[in-house]
């Protein structure tokens, strides 16, 4: 029922900046908690960012807390990732995702069960 694209990735050199943007196509975006998890090579896939359906409320896992941000526009069905301050690190498959806000519930979830729905993902690389 909903289909998510990214785009916004590629090749970056440590301290720069990208900004990620997951499309949404969907009746019900507002009503859907979102995030980023991302994959590195040889990593399992990890939490990044979580996102409320009204955007109030936002979880950063601790090693992009300060230098990622995450936005949600519900106007355009979009949620953005800004990236600064990159580090070789992040360097990784970075994946959008959308999940059910249960009883329409205001809240981030960091748990992967919570997302129903993936984007194919875009890379992100980002050299020394």
């Known amino acids: 029922q909903v289909q998510l694209v990214e785009s916004g990735g590629g090749l970056v050199q440590a301290g720069g900046s990208l900004r990620l943007s997951c499309a949404a196509s969907?009746?019900?975006?507002?009503?859907?908690?979102m995030g980023w998890f991302r994959q590195a090579p040889g990593k399992e896939r990890e939490f990044v960012v979580g996102?409320?359906?009204?955007?109030?409320?936002?979880d950063y896992t601790d090693s992009v807390r300060g230098r990622f941000s995450i936005s949600r526009d519900n106007a355009k069905n979009t949620v953005y990732l800004q990236m600064n301050s990159l580090k070789p690190e992040d360097t990784a498959v970075y994946y959008c995702?959308?999940?059910?806000?249960?009883?329409?519930?205001?809240?981030?979830?960091?748990?992967?069960?919570?997302?129903?729905?993936w984007g194919q993902g875009t890379q992100v690389t980002v050299s020394s």
């Open positions: 995702v959308a999940g059910t806000s249960r009883l329409g519930l205001d809240y981030s979830s960091r748990q992967r069960n919570d997302y129903t729905y």
């Open positions: 996102i409320s359906r009204s955007g109030r409320i936002t």
């Open positions: 969907g009746r019900t975006f507002s009503s859907y908690l």
